[in-house]
């Protein structure tokens, strides 16, 4: 069984009460096989918020039914109010993400999952940085990593995410197109199927349709597809982008390379709910998160739901690491 280290997130957020929540359904044995990285005094409040009786222990070897802890201090902590955007807050939870990188890299946990982190909280702690994933490529060194969203009917991964509409077109090369196949074909060995079949969505409407709306699919994405298949990657494509995600759904595709944000996120987010699952690819170690964000309007009322988070340890449980 994979050892976890689910990180707190932002404080001020949900992400101690879904974690404390999805710690409260688990049997024993399941508890056994996390690590909770956070500051006691924010678990602990959300424990207490939910009525819950586990109890979260530093020790090395914890009393059964106890949740192993790892304690990382919030700067600040007592100051730290709920709801609200923080430096203090944004800090705590970059820490918390640093700890949980250097013990994956170490080989002391399998898998990170993370909570939900506020993008202009970690700015105004100085980091400024694209959330998660920006972290992520700081404390593994990587120079890109790759957004995956993961349901049970469908797995996207990106091109590129967090640009203009304008320039994800831009980002519409055979060198990036062939690049994100070779990571999706990676990601999905991770979650046990030896040979992914990748589907690559057009970019263009029709997939250009013979050059009448737009060159980008013939000129790139089909010499791509064609240089992976030469690698012996099961690829296929380019499909139109109002298709491919129908026929992923139905079986045809373990994964589908999506263009652009919104190409990728608007179905994925559609079919998979609460159980649309974050990961993020290309690094050297595991990771899944929440695909939601802090929620700063319901935080500390105990009425978050934790499936979301509930699904990301799943999917955490079912990978594979990486040899």
């Not at 400024?128 to 996207?156: D, E, I, R």
């Not at 009448?212 to 298949?229: I, L, Q, W």
């Amino acid at each position: 069984m994979n050892r976890i280290g689910i990180t707190m997130g932002d404080p001020s957020g949900i992400g101690p009460e879904v974690i404390c929540k999805a710690l409260s359904a688990m049997t024993p044995e399941e508890r056994s096989g996390v690590l909770v990285i956070g500051d006691r005094l924010f678990m602990d409040r959300a424990r207490d918020l939910i009525k819950s009786d586990f109890q979260f222990s530093c020790e090395e070897k914890p009393a059964d039914g106890d949740v192993p802890f790892l304690q990382v201090d919030a700067p600040n902590a007592a100051q730290i109010r709920p709801g609200e955007i923080q430096p203090d807050a944004g800090e705590a939870a970059c820490r918390c993400v640093k700890k949980a990188v250097e013990l994956a890299l170490a080989g002391e946990i399998d898998v990170v999952c993370t909570a939900s982190l506020h993008k202009t909280a970690l700015r105004e702690a100085g980091y400024n940085l694209s959330g998660h994933a920006g972290l992520l490529k700081l404390f593994t060194g990587v120079k890109k990593n790759f957004a995956v969203l993961a349901g049970p009917k469908l797995s996207v991964i990106h091109v590129s995410t967090h640009v203009s509409l304008a320039d994800a077109a831009k980002y519409c090369t055979k060198e990036t197109v062939l690049e994100t196949i070779r990571v999706a074909n990676e990601h999905v060995k991770t979650t046990g199927i030896a040979t992914p079949r990748v589907a690559i969505a057009g970019l263009n409407p029709h997939c250009g349709e013979n050059g009448h709306y737009g060159s980008e699919d013939d000129d790139y994405v089909v010499p791509a597809v064609a240089a992976a298949r030469a690698e012996g990657i099961e690829a296929i494509g380019p499909i139109p982008g109002d298709l491919v995600f129908e026929q992923a759904i139905a079986g045809k595709y373990d994964i589908v390379v999506a263009q652009y944000h919104d190409q990728g996120h608007i179905p994925a987010k559609l079919i998979g709910g609460h159980e649309c699952v974050n990961i993020t690819a290309g690094l050297p170690i595991l990771r899944t998160s929440v695909d939601h964000g802090t929620a700063f309007d319901i935080a500390w009322q105990g009425i978050a739901n934790p499936e979301n988070m509930q699904a990301a340890i799943t999917m955490a449980r079912r990978m594979k690491p990486l040899k």
